[in-house]
């Protein structure tokens, strides 16, 4: 069963690509993290997500396209210049972000808005990235 480095229980929610950046900073440190291109969120969390998603598909017949989700210690410290911080709740598999580059305005702007509902909450931390952190 997935674990955080802490031993919290992870759930698989999806799979991302990792950036060209991501990749080769992590390639620098000799192999990508155990997840590769596997999406996963602490359990509450991936449970919320999910009922979040399946909102998401039934308003615009796709899912919500991830970019990051959980992220072990290194590859958090390899993503560090593009605002990453280091008691990021992605350590924690409580946050995601997703991949704006494909979603449209709309999209967008209805996954802020709804996020709520979910136990979501949209937070902006360096424009014009920001993801969604869990609240529960």
Excluded: C, M
Aim: proline share 5%; glycine share 6%.
């Amino acid at each position: 069963k997935p674990r955080t480095e802490k031993g919290g229980d992870l759930a698989l929610v999806g799979r991302y690509n990792l950036s060209a950046n991501t990749i080769t900073e992590l390639e620098k440190t000799g192999e990508l993290p155990w997840y590769q291109d596997r999406a996963y969120l602490a359990f509450d969390a991936a449970s919320d997500f999910n009922d979040f998603n399946d909102a998401f598909r039934a308003v615009f017949q796709k899912d919500i396209p991830l970019e990051s989700a959980y992220r072990d210690k290194r590859h958090n410290a390899a993503l560090k210049a593009q605002g990453s911080v280091v008691g990021s709740l992605h350590l924690k598999g409580e946050a995601f972000d997703p991949q704006f580059s494909v979603l449209t305005p709309a999209e967008g702007q209805w996954l802020k808005d709804n996020a709520p509902t979910y136990n979501w909450l949209w937070h902006l931390y360096a424009a014009p990235k920001g993801h969604f952190k869990y609240t529960r």
